[in-house]
């Protein structure tokens, strides 16, 4: 049971260009969620979804943008990449929402992205 | 959404019950008390959650205050694989249920 996947786990990127992080889970939650951390501080939310076809803004949306094609995948898009996005990237997934979830959420093991 | 208040830093000697606080004074009457650990190098791992009454799981058990102001996690024998950075976090069932905010948690240090 692979639970939340994150793909790629490391990258390096130059200012300016683009890429697009995937995160799959196979629980067929209908919940999904993509966090930013940098060091020493919390999770911020970046965007999130809750179904298919369905996505919303969070706490730190600017610079990024999502899609949820498919129930079990959430792609997170850079379209041009800043040094401000330095970051380690998680996503993760629940039944219901966060407060509803009876066991919680789950999450990857995080993308390492680093701009330059 | 209410807010929390962790200690910075904790430490335990292993083999022993761990005691890590939270304080949630503005907590409302149908916010739920989330914990989520984060150990070194992986995303956030869910432990328990409550609303008034203690709970306890494999993992961990949460006592929650008479007025709700306060929580503790119980951590009844800490061992090496629970360093880790503690979150206390409050959800409403709806609105605030889809924004999970992580504060900077409480960093455990357990030694041998």
């Known amino acids: 049971n692979a639970g939340v996947t994150q793909t790629p786990k490391f990258r390096v990127l130059k200012t300016g260009q683009s890429m697009t992080l995937l995160c799959a889970q196979d629980?067929?939650?209908?919940?999904m969620y993509w966090y930013r951390q940098d060091p020493g501080m919390g999770l911020r939310l970046i965007h999130y979804?809750?179904?298919?076809?369905?996505?919303a803004k969070g706490e730190v949306p600017d610079g990024y943008n999502v899609s949820r094609l498919k129930k079990q995948n959430f792609l997170l898009g850079l379209e041009s990449a800043a040094p401000s996005q330095t970051s380690v990237y998680f996503c993760?997934?629940?039944?219901?929402?966060?407060?509803?979830?009876?066991?919680?959420?789950?999450f990857g093991q995080g993308t390492r992205l680093t701009v330059v | 959404d209410a807010k929390t208040t962790q200690p910075n830093s904790m430490e335990s000697n292993e083999e022993e019950p761990v005691h890590l606080p939270c304080n949630h004074s503005?907590?409302?009457?149908?916010?739920?008390i989330h914990w989520y650990r984060q150990l070194p190098s992986q995303g956030p791992e869910y432990v328990i959650h409550?609303?008034?009454s203690n709970v306890n799981n494999r993992m961990a058990s949460l006592a929650i205050a008479e007025d709700r102001k306060s929580s503790t996690l119980i951590l009844h024998r800490a061992t090496l694989r629970d360093a880790a950075v503690y979150y206390c976090?409050?959800?409403?069932?709806?609105?605030?249920?889809?924004?999970?905010?992580f504060g900077t948690g409480t960093q455990l240090k357990v030694e041998l």
């Open positions: 976090i409050l959800l409403g069932l709806t609105g605030g249920g889809n924004k999970l905010t």
């Open positions: 629980m067929n939650h209908e919940y």
């Open positions: 503005t907590i409302s009457g149908t916010d739920y």
């Open positions: 993760a997934s629940s039944y219901l929402s966060f407060g509803q979830a009876p066991f919680g959420a789950f």
């Open positions: 979804s809750v179904g298919e076809g369905t996505t």
């Open positions: 409550g609303l008034t």
